[in-house]
């Protein structure tokens, strides 16, 4: 079942990789890593950070 799923996902991130316009893709790449937070334990706590950051929309 396991790989079922896998193999379903990694199907369907293909197929929406495919449609996305390389511009998208290009500013993208380009934005990865731009921005610091200036916390060291973001990897760690991210999910925390995340549900704070939704709670304060």
Do not use: C, F, T
Not at 28 to 52: F, M, P, T
């Amino acid at each position: 079942m396991a790989a079922l799923i896998r193999k379903s996902v990694d199907q369907l991130v293909e197929r929406e990789r495919m449609q996305w316009p390389a511009e998208v893709v290009a500013r993208a790449k380009q934005a990865a890593g731009r921005y610091r937070s200036g916390s060291k334990d973001i990897s760690a706590n991210h999910d925390r950070y995340l549900v704070e950051a939704i709670a304060k929309r």
